[in-house]
């Protein structure tokens, strides 16, 4: 059995890899269809994958009051946070500006940790939190030139994305009675596909192209970046504080450019490397004062 720090470290590298996913899943899907198909039939595969196992697993009957619970982070931490994401760029934002507003959240999540949960943060955790959003920075200099022109309320829309998400993550952090993650998914999933096709179905976006590529790309955020994403994140809230868990969003985008340059051949220059180091050493300060301070 692996004991709980070794379950900690692999979730937490499970959940930057699987949340990173999501951003070279959206290239490729939007590479064949709208961003709005392409939520959408995300969202009904991996709710379908989800309730067939839960089904098949007989899991627990839940109380009605959790069942609404759950819809309603999945509607904000799912449905929310990836529609004002994906409006965002289709209105001009670039995704580098976009990922390093929303890449503000464990800025955020720390401020409000501390009336909310109880939760302190130490001042060395608040230079981890500085220096890996200068890291952030780093990594996505190169496309924040890529803007201009951009209306306000299109930036506005990433900055709701990163509330939304927040807001759900507070919310659930502080529910008496938490649902297990394996519960807990399958409704979040279920809601947010059930928005996407309303959206979809409205924009006249729901029919899918005929080409094997898009169901490719489906199937890669299904299980790598709506299963895999979130289901690693939850878990990862439920093993520690909100503000470690959300440290470790500063790695997400240099760990998107590997994958960008590993896939398609995207330059990693001297200035994103840099970058990758601060971040690093930024989640590496959070979680090592974050531990001295439960030990």
């Known amino acids: 059995m692996f004991s709980r720090k070794q379950i900690s470290i692999i979730a937490a590298i499970g959940f930057v890899i699987m949340w990173s996913s999501g951003f070279i899943g959206a290239r490729l899907g939007t590479d064949e269809a709208s961003s709005m198909t392409v939520l959408m039939w995300r969202f009904i595969v991996a709710s379908s994958i989800l ?3 839960w089904l098949w697993k007989q899991r627990k009957k839940l109380s009605f009051k959790s069942v609404i619970s759950q819809a309603l982070i999945g509607l904000f931490a799912q449905g929310g946070y990836l529609y004002c994401v994906f409006l965002s760029v289709e209105n001009g934002v670039s995704a580098g500006t976009s990922n390093l507003i929303t890449t503000l959240q464990p800025i955020l999540a720390a401020v409000l940790a501390g009336p909310i949960l ?5 001042v060395k955790q608040w230079g ?3 220096l890996g959003i200068i890291g952030v920075l780093f990594v996505v200099y190169d496309d924040l ?3 201009s022109g951009v209306p306000l309320r299109a930036y506005g829309l990433s900055f709701l994305a990163m509330i939304s998400l927040v807001g759900a993550t507070l919310y659930e952090k502080t529910m008496k009675h938490p649902v297990s993650v394996t519960d807990a998914l399958p409704i979040q999933t279920l809601i947010s ?12 976006n729901a029919t899918p192209p005929a080409t094997a590529d898009f169901w490719i790309a489906v199937a890669w955020v ?8 979130y289901g690693f994140y939850w878990l990862n809230l439920k093993l520690g504080s909100i503000t470690r868990v959300s440290s470790l969003l500063y790695l997400t985008p240099p760990v998107t450019m590997i994958w960008s340059f590993l896939m398609f051949g995207d ?5 994103t490397i840099v970058g990758m180091i601060l971040c690093l050493l930024g989640v590496w300060v959070i979680r090592k004062y974050h531990s001295s301070i439960t030990n």
């Not at 109880?118 to 130490?122: A, H, I, L, N, R």
């Open 51 to 53: 309730a067939f196992w």
């Open 118 to 122: 109880k939760e302190s943060t130490s």
């Open 128 to 130: 981890g939190l500085v």
């Open 145 to 147: 030139g890529a803007s």
């Open 193 to 204: 596909a059930l928005l996407f096709t309303i959206v979809a179905l409205s924009t006249n």
């Open 222 to 229: 299904a299980g790598f970046s709506t299963i895999g994403g």
């Open 267 to 271: 330059r990693i220059g001297f200035l």
